[in-house]
């Protein structure tokens, strides 16, 4: 399908980054943390939008699938995660409780993920879709994960545990597709 990549500043929007460290000490909450259901409803709003990075470019229809599957999943969570807050009004998402050097980083790895993807074409672009994929879906999943294991409530309980199992075989899907080989460019 031909689509092309949006601007600079929509991939910086989508591209979120999570960092891959254990915080050295961290604290015990008696429940799932609501800055915790407040990072996953951010990647997840990240995830949504990822298939409008596609717009007019050639790409292979088996990436198209993978990457519209991944939007799909990520509209669908995103849009319970919001029910839900509704439904339990001490759920709030929009603050994430990140410090403001965890906040800049993330900023800057997503402009350079934002440039590479850029600078790139073919399977170059499709490799660095990928791997930001998989980064994303790595964390989302092992978010969605650690949020049931401290969960009470059953109705988040649920949605958690489902959405564990949808990004964990979305992950496969990226890795799959990773080890794939292509035709040749040209």
Request: charged letters at 30%.
């Amino acid at each position: 399908m031909t689509r092309t990549i949006l601007t600079p500043v929509l991939l910086t929007a989508l591209l979120g980054c999570a960092s891959t460290d254990a915080p050295s000490r961290p604290r015990e909450a008696p429940a799932a943390s609501e800055h915790g259901y407040a990072l996953l409803h951010e990647i997840l709003e990240q995830e949504r939008h990822v298939s409008k990075l596609l717009i007019i470019k050639e790409e292979r229809e088996a990436l198209e699938t993978v990457i519209d599957a991944i939007a799909e999943t990520c509209g669908t969570a995103y849009e319970r995660l919001e029910e839900l807050a509704e439904e339990s009004p001490r759920l709030e998402l929009s603050d994430t409780g990140l410090p403001l050097e965890e906040v800049r980083t993330r900023q800057a790895i997503a402009a350079t993920r934002r440039d590479q993807l850029l600078a790139s074409s073919g399977r170059e672009f499709e490799l660095q879709l990928l791997w930001s994929q998989n980064e994303a879906l790595t964390y989302a999943a092992h978010l969605a994960d650690t949020l049931a294991r401290r969960e009470a409530d059953p109705a988040r309980l649920a949605f958690v545990r489902a959405l564990w199992k949808d990004l964990t075989r979305l992950q496969e899907d990226v890795q799959a597709l990773l080890r794939r080989p292509t035709v040749p460019e040209g």
